[in-house]
């Protein structure tokens, strides 16, 4: 995602509330912040500290987003979080998302914390359970208006033994027709593995799975 940046971070000033990541290195980090970043499990990202905004404290395994409630596609993600074994389940691990809106925006929501507008509103938090499950019930985002990236939803994952966060791959589609393209110019990361998920239909609700191993690809992660 890095050679994203110049075209990301003019979305960025182009939609007012986009939620872009960030990631490692955008352009108006100064050389400081970027070092201090180097050090960090994950290699830090721009806005990470969105994630505990209105963060409740106690968090379920299971959470319903604000857009399910909207127009748009239903979609349930579902999965497991797994050691860095990929087999031992993790528990109490908690994810962040946040999505565009089923219109390609990341829209805020009256009274939202400022900062937070960032993620719109369609943005929430699962704890994994004993067994290392978690599922998200939301609405399919739409790619940005006009561009040619693919829907996402982003993911942050804050682990219970580790200081610091860290984004996994964003979760993109199989069936979105701007995919394939996207990965022909860029490589995926596999940040917690592959965020490619493949959409399952059963009656009128979108069923995506997607497991994640804690620590895969992810730079300065503990041995
Ligand atoms: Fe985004």
């Known amino acids: 995602m890095k050679s994203l940046y110049p075209s990301l971070f003019f979305l960025c000033l182009t939609i007012v509330w986009a939620g872009c990541s960030g990631k490692n290195t955008p352009a108006h980090q100064n050389q400081n912040n970027v070092n201090e970043y180097k050090k960090l499990v994950g290699g830090g990202c ?41 087999k031992t389940p993790a528990p109490d691990v908690i994810l962040y998302y946040w999505q565009t809106d089923n219109k390609g925006y990341y829209s805020p929501k009256e009274k939202m914390d400022k900062t937070a507008t ?7 938090w699962v704890k994994t359970d004993q067994n290392g499950k978690y599922i998200i019930n939301t609405i399919r985002p739409a790619p940005y208006p006009n561009d040619v990236l693919p829907a996402h939803i982003h993911l942050s994952v804050k682990e219970p033994d580790l200081e610091n966060e860290y984004y996994t791959d964003e979760i ?6 701007l995919l394939i393209a996207h990965f022909k110019k860029h490589k995926q990361e596999n940040r917690g593995g592959s965020g490619v998920v493949r959409v399952l239909i059963r009656e009128n609700m979108q069923i995506a799975e997607h497991d994640i191993i804690l620590g895969l690809n992810i730079p300065n992660y503990p041995k």
């Not at 379920?60 to 979609?75: A, I, N």
């Not at 993109?172 to 027709?177: I, P, Q, S, T, V």
Request: net charge negative; charged share 30%.
């Open 46 to 86: 721009d806005g990470c500290e969105i994630m505990y905004i209105d963060m409740p404290e106690n968090i379920p395994s299971v959470d319903t987003s604000s857009g399910w409630f909207e127009e748009g596609q239903k979609l349930i993600v579902a999965g497991t979080v797994f050691q860095i074994d990929g």
């Open 118 to 124: 960032r993620h719109g509103h369609i943005r929430g």
């Open 172 to 177: 993109n589609f199989d069936d979105d027709k």
